[in-house]
């Protein structure tokens, strides 16, 4: 037990702000965003992850965004187990045909309002994957999408800013 | 004791025919007539040989039929073994009652190459799904690659238990937690599990056909998204593939630089997994401790390579990037404190009664379940079974830089977290030794696509076990076919019977333990 504590002291806090390039964006919308959340959600966001196909890089850096260094539960947002409970949908990959029943009804689980985010290159252009007997594409192929977030994948801060922006409004 | 390749001289003499064009040459390939498939399987397995995988490939483009082919291994040979079987008569002897992992392979193949497994017991298909038109075989030639199916009505059948007090749970695709999609169905009584049926397939893309319709140098970057989390494994075992049978040889730094980004890539992934292993037993605070580690690691590749997880710096004929004095002594000063900091968290780990309690004797594989099912990697080394490509089939720089294999034979939870913590401090110091003696000059040399009708195999041991990879060139300097075998084919067959007997709250756990790629077996 001694270890523990020791090693948590030691530890100390390493959550960072976000980087000082995106620091200024995020004070200019951070403002927003509380008053948004508070408004909006209730003070908290949660949101359901779906891999409609992805190859796991982009949950990588989803887990991320919830270790200690990003900890994203700083800004009320949090991952649920059950579409059910969610305000907002994270979708990841192309939309593999074999998905796409099972993203369907993830999304119509969902209680209105609510916002879908298409996460990575696939769910935003289909990727190296493209669109095959297999492969539906895009997420907006086969659900309606509020907002994308590209990238190979998105940096966890990538993952941060686009969050924040789509609900800022 | 007899060579597998003396062996099947023995036993077969003249009808088995050397098999030309296949690289590295030191893996030889027999072509045997289809009647004798089943018969060097049973001679394989007798040998006490492991069956490393089975595929097919439609080779009508090249003039030929089907062909059918299983790759073996004992010790540090590895041999295949391929039988032809003619396009209207696509049918060949199961191997599947001497190898167990050949049941799903075979199911694959059936459901995705249309070939047909005389006497395999199981004809539900796998990765194609009910609603499938069941003519539809997309790794056949003529099937297209863009084609839109139709879906049709079908069902599946599942295993059921019946008895007093058994019920079932049926779990995902969409599961509770950030990971990948799959289907489980339990069946429990009470908290027990009596049985655990797996349902994979959700993620499939149609990886394998997409690689015939890309350029070579492409295929490496889909290589690189067979499963993220091991973009480095798969680059290197595709373009190890590739670069074989078109005589490209990186060069040295190019091959110690893949190995660097190896090796970190494995030291990522463990620390990730130990502290998640932790987390499902409650033990939140190394989960937190675990994943500061791998951030802060995973930072380092974006500093030095420009990617956190080096996704598309291995490419046919070397790598992308290079290392200059000033990154080599940053990353020795990173692994000082990083190798610190580990060994800390290492003594909490094994210091801590009720985590011990947790992970003990829970999702336990025998060594023998383990030998029997052929499984690889950690899960291997976990249940008793030495096996690491780096040290079975070495290249550069895993010749010199030989690994040692850390073995348990519990092969319950906590000793496949301690083949994992075992496997950092060996990576730690193969990478100060890389670092240490990093041969200089250039780290890539120009890439041209090999011939028409050669094929190239490679294994590489990912952080998750053995990768291997075929590749098969067609004419007109296209790839004709390319066979991707994760780790993941093997060892989700161990999943269901390393939980028998545990309770259903422990699934997590023990799943996470195997910790298998969906993305890398659905392909």
Redesign the interface.
Known sequence: MIRILHQIFRTGVVTEPLPAGVEAEITVIGARIEEQIRKTFHRSLTIRQVDAGSCNGCELEIHAMNNAVYNCERFGIHFTASPRFADMLLVTGPVSVNMEIALKRTYLATPNPKLVLAVGECACNGGIFGESYASLGRISNVIPVDAHIPGCPPSPIDLLLGILKVIGG | MNTLREKMIAQFGTLACSGAGLYPTAIPMYCLPREEFNEAARSMKYSNARLVAEWAADETPLGRGFGIYACYNLGTEFLIVKCEVPADDPTFPTIKRKFVAAWRFERQMQSLMGVIPVGHPDPRPWIK?EDWPED?W?LQKN???????PRVEGSYRWIRAEGEGVYEIPVG??H??????GHFRFQAVGEEIINLEERL???????E??FESLSWT?GA??AG?????S?VAHAIGYCRAIEAPAGCAPPERGMWLRALMLERERIANHL?DIGAICNDVAFT?LL??F??L???F?RTN?RLFGH??M?DRVVPGGVTVDLDDAGISEMLRELATLSGEFE??V??YD?NPSLEDRVKDTGRLSPEQARDLGVVGIVARASGLAIDSRVQSPYPPYDRFIPRVPVYEAGDVNARVWVRIDEIRESLLILRQILEELPSGEVRVPYSPPPPDRCGFSLVEGWRGEIAWWVQSGPAGIINRCMVRDPSSVNWLALEQAIHGNIVPDFPVCNKSFNQ???GH?L
């Open positions: 799904f539809a997309p099937f297209s690659a863009s084609a839109r199916m695709p969409v509770a937690g950030i990971i990948e999609p397939g959700y993620v499939h893309k149609g990886i056909k997409r492409d970057r889909l998204r067979v499963s993220g989390d973009t990730g605070f937190f401790q994943h500061t791998k951030e802060y995973v974006h956190r997880f996704m800390r968290l003594t909490i210091e790629s969906y993305s659905d």
